[in-house]
């Protein structure tokens, strides 16, 4: 009952505020840090809130938020680009109510679109993107030419990192590479697989010294999740982990994470800040 008041409340609220639409890009140094998984729980804590929620993978030929969710929808994000399927036909919904569209391999016959084919696509998107306030993207592992045009286009970055060396090395280095082509872009990072509360932070303030040595810059920490087997199981499950054991310790601290991202006073004002669409179209047309 709680939780239909506060959903309740939550889209009077968004019926009488103009919508605050925000895009976001979850990113890696390489594979292997549970970066989907973290993107998948994370838009499902969101939608938990309230809010309406589009997940959209984008880990070229190895996406697997829908196997981590044990959808199995019909279209992909490959039959936009390569089968006419419209943008109604790849956004699926899954586990929890969130609306997600499946990764494929077809992201570079995107990149080689024409004028027309991109105009397509720049109206479907953007009529669909209208109906959402959170748009995340789950970006591959590391950070290619091709997806780099869709993180500079999104108002956040969210690094996810281990408390492994080599993962804050990648971490790092993902980092520089997004800060040396656009250095205004906000970096918030989540330390995944803790096995304690000072890990956490240690792993925190050893990226933020570096990134504050070499870049002269800021990073803003969300906080840590602890390394739970409930993670492991859900995922065997094919469960999201926060609707698997909604009181497990990952689940608990995934819920403040998204509630920590949701406080942010955000430093650039909705009236003055340039559409996702904008910066995007602008960004691929001058490929």
Known sequence: MTDQAAMLRKRFEQFHNPKKQRTLAVVSGKGGVGKSNFSLNFSLSLKLKGYSVLLIDMDIGMG?????????????????????????DIIHTGAGGIDFIAGGSGLTDFLDMGENQLARFFQEFESHLSNYDYILFDM????????????????????????????????????????????????YVVVNRTI????????????????????????????????????????????????????????????????????????????????????????????
Request: charged fraction near 25%.
């Open 196 to 287: 304690s509360i000072l890990d956490g932070k240690e792993t925190y303030q050893k990226l933020k010294n570096v990134v504050g040595r070499f870049l002269e810059r800021d990073i803003i920490n969300l906080g840590a999740i602890p390394d739970d087997q409930n993670v492991a199981k859900a995922v065997r499950k094919q469960v999201p982990f926060i609707i698997f054991n909604e009181n497990s310790q990952a689940s608990k601290a995934l819920t403040e994470i998204a509630d920590r991202y949701c406080k942010q006073e955000f430093a650039d004002p909705q009236e003055n800040k340039k559409p996702f669409m904008a910066k995007l179209k602008r960004l691929l047309f001058e490929r």
């Open 140 to 187: 591959g592992a590391g950070i290619s030419t091709d997806t780099l045009h869709f993180i500079l286009s999104v108002d956040d970055v969210i690094v996810l990192t281990t408390p492994e060396p080599t993962s804050i090395t990648d971490a790092y280095a993902a980092m520089k590479f997004i800060h040396l082509q656009k250095d205004d872009i906000p970096f």
């Open 64 to 88: 697997n938020v829908d196997i981590l969710m044990g959808s199995q929808p019909s279209y992909s994000i490959v039959d936009y680009f390569r089968n006419n399927a419209s943008f109604s």
